[in-house]
């Protein structure tokens, strides 16, 4: 029987087969993943009506990786001669590593109107960051061209970026994700003179990828710059999910602050941080700046980092000043995710008791899981030992002290756990390759 004689399928069907044969499942958990290609061209060959289904999804994510675009030949050449297969393309990841003056974009890219998330990427090298003042106009227009579809944008490495533009170019952005951003200018001259005031962005999900006490700066810069009419560029009232990476900074603490008492209906906390600065003593901080979204937020993720210090080694420093506020309120918690990296010895004594007074003098009717992760690097054998060597004496006495922690100082949270609470505790030994051992203790 030859293809011609065959039914005409229904595109969902189509749709089923090319995601089902097509997809790369190296990793099926992404949520944009890419398909195949070469599965794709095979698939593509052996019916008529599948072709234009194949294209769809070939085309729907678009990684763009070149020290000079314009070079990359094959992809504007392809656009010129078939743009409605720009139409099929969702996700666009843009690699810049050419220096400013130099970049160049080929007119093409135009092309993608519908896209539904962007992502820039700037690298000139690796002491310098990449600054947008320098790039020329016509790339700049290119780069920024109106996508009225998008929703998720994503900018990395960049100086003096025109976030204003995006209110112009990107009216619908609600996911907006930034990391290593920098802004020469002041506030007052950062939205240039006789700028019209467009409608802010009505943001629901806001991320900071990792970045100096600089970056944390233009977080305050963007979240506290009004407008000639007074409205702000970014509207975070409804906010919902918030992600922050920060450094052991002042400036992180005030630029978690300046969102936090913005919003009113974060349902997802995620801070995490490479000292212990940002909850240590931002605990109580956080919890008030909290107190508005007390009935909507479901979810806090916490991950800090500590150093030798004799002020670092209490790991739960911080974190049950931030819960017994939230504690003292009616809230609808459900899991509290807790991990903190110690570099030294930690503490195991009175911060561990105020927990469990945290969780046992206040109401948490919503809360199903508590997972606090306490890892702990120790030098245990000379550097030529074998890796099977024993824990020395002291190390011993010390994984055996964390083993007893809940039946000593958690009793009452530990008997919640056999009721309604997910509680999990464990002491994980492992040799590092520093020859370190890790000690994890864990609620899950």
């Given at each position: 029987?030859?293809?011609?004689?065959?039914?005409?399928?229904?595109?969902?069907?189509?749709?089923?087969?090319?995601?089902?044969?097509?997809?790369?499942?190296?990793?099926?958990?992404?949520?944009?993943?890419?398909?195949?290609?070469?599965?794709?061209?095979?698939?593509s060959h052996t019916c008529r009506s599948i072709l234009p289904v194949c294209r769809k999804y070939l085309f729907a994510?678009?990684?763009?990786?070149?020290?000079?675009?314009?070079?990359?030949?094959?992809?504007?050449?392809?656009?010129?001669?078939?743009?409605?297969?720009?139409?099929?393309?969702?996700?666009?990841?843009?690699?810049?590593?050419?220096?400013?003056?130099?970049?160049?974009?080929?007119?093409?890219?135009?092309?993608?109107?519908?896209?539904?998330?962007?992502?820039?990427?700037?690298?000139?090298?690796?002491?310098?960051?990449?600054?947008?003042?320098?790039?020329?106009?016509?790339?700049?227009?290119?780069?920024?061209?109106?996508?009225?579809?998008?929703?998720?944008?994503?900018?990395?490495?960049?100086?003096?970026?025109?976030?204003?533009?995006?209110?112009?170019?990107?009216?619908?952005?609600?996911?907006?994700?930034?990391?290593?951003?920098?802004?020469?200018?002041?506030?007052?001259?950062?939205?240039?003179?006789g700028a019209l005031p467009l409608k802010s962005l009505k943001l629901e999900r806001f991320s900071s990828g990792e970045g100096s006490s600089d970056h944390a700066v233009v977080i305050q810069k963007l979240f506290s710059?009004?407008?000639?009419?007074?409205?702000?560029?970014?509207?975070?009232?409804?906010?919902?999910?918030?992600?922050?990476?920060?450094?052991?900074?002042?400036?992180?603490?005030?630029?978690?602050?300046?969102?936090?008492?913005?919003?009113?209906?974060?349902?997802?906390?995620?801070?995490?941080?490479?000292?212990?600065?940002?909850?240590?003593?931002?605990?109580?901080?956080?919890?008030?700046?909290?107190?508005?979204?007390?009935?909507?937020?479901?979810?806090?993720?916490?991950?800090?980092?500590?150093?030798?210090?004799?002020?670092?080694?209490?790991?739960?420093?911080?974190?049950?000043?931030?819960?017994?506020?939230?504690?003292?309120?009616?809230?609808?918690?459900?899991?509290?995710?807790?991990?903190?990296?110690?570099?030294?010895?930690?503490?195991?004594?009175?911060?561990?008791?105020?927990?469990?007074?945290?969780?046992?003098?206040?109401?948490?009717?919503?809360?199903?899981?508590?997972?606090?992760?306490?890892?702990?690097?120790?030098?245990?054998?000379?550097?030529?030992?074998?890796?099977?060597?024993?824990?020395?004496?002291?190390?011993?006495?010390?994984?055996?002290?964390?083993?007893?922690?809940?039946?000593?100082?958690?009793?009452?949270?530990?008997?919640?756990?056999?009721?309604?609470?997910?509680?999990?505790?464990?002491?994980?030994?492992?040799?590092?390759?520093?020859?370190?051992?890790?000690?994890?203790?864990?609620?899950?």
């Amino acid at each position: 029987m030859s293809f011609a004689s065959l039914p005409a399928l229904p595109v969902e069907l189509l749709e089923s087969i090319v995601e089902y044969l097509g997809w790369d499942d190296v990793n099926p958990q992404d949520p944009h993943p890419f398909f195949n290609a070469a599965r794709l061209k095979n698939l593509s060959h052996t019916c008529r009506s599948i072709l234009p289904v194949c294209r769809k999804y070939l085309f729907a994510t678009i990684k763009i990786r070149s020290s000079f675009i314009s070079e990359s030949r094959n992809l504007p050449a392809l656009l010129k001669n078939s743009p409605e297969l720009a139409g099929h393309t969702r996700h666009l990841y843009l690699q810049i590593t050419r220096k400013p003056e130099r970049t160049e974009i080929p007119s093409e890219f135009k092309m993608f109107s519908r896209l539904k998330s962007y992502y820039i990427f700037f690298q000139e090298d690796y002491l310098r960051m990449y600054n947008y003042a320098n790039i020329q106009p016509q790339t700049k227009e290119l780069l920024l061209h109106p996508i009225p579809t998008l929703t998720t944008f994503k900018l990395d490495n960049i100086a003096n970026f025109p976030f204003h533009e995006l209110l112009r170019n990107f009216p619908n952005i609600r996911d907006l994700e930034i990391s290593h951003i920098l802004i020469d200018a002041s506030v007052e001259d950062y939205i240039p003179s006789g700028a019209l005031p467009l409608k802010s962005l009505k943001l629901e999900r806001f991320s900071s990828g990792e970045g100096s006490s600089d970056h944390a700066v233009v977080i305050q810069k963007l979240f506290s710059i009004r407008q000639t009419d007074g409205q702000p560029l970014f509207d975070i009232s409804r906010l919902k999910y918030l992600k922050l990476i920060c450094a052991d900074s002042s400036e992180w603490i005030k630029a978690q602050t300046t969102i936090l008492l913005q919003t009113s209906q974060l349902t997802t906390l995620i801070l995490m941080t490479n000292g212990t600065c940002t909850i240590n003593l931002s605990g109580i901080l956080i919890g008030h700046s909290l107190l508005a979204s007390r009935m909507t937020l479901k979810e806090i993720r916490i991950q800090n980092a500590s150093t030798r210090s004799e002020y670092d080694r209490n790991p739960l420093h911080g974190l049950c000043e931030m819960l017994s506020i939230l504690g003292k309120h009616h809230n609808v918690l459900e899991s509290i995710f807790y991990r903190h990296f110690v570099y030294c010895r930690c503490d195991t004594g009175v911060e561990w008791e105020a927990l469990d007074r945290v969780f046992d003098n206040h109401p948490w009717s919503r809360l199903r899981n508590l997972s606090i992760d306490i890892d702990t690097n120790i030098f245990i054998v000379p550097p030529d030992a074998p890796f099977d060597q024993q824990l020395d004496p002291e190390t011993e006495t010390f994984k055996k002290y964390l083993e007893d922690v809940p039946q000593r100082l958690l009793p009452k949270l530990s008997t919640k756990s056999k009721e309604d609470l997910d509680f999990h505790y464990e002491v994980h030994p492992n040799p590092t390759a520093t020859y370190r051992n890790l000690v994890s203790t864990s609620f899950r």
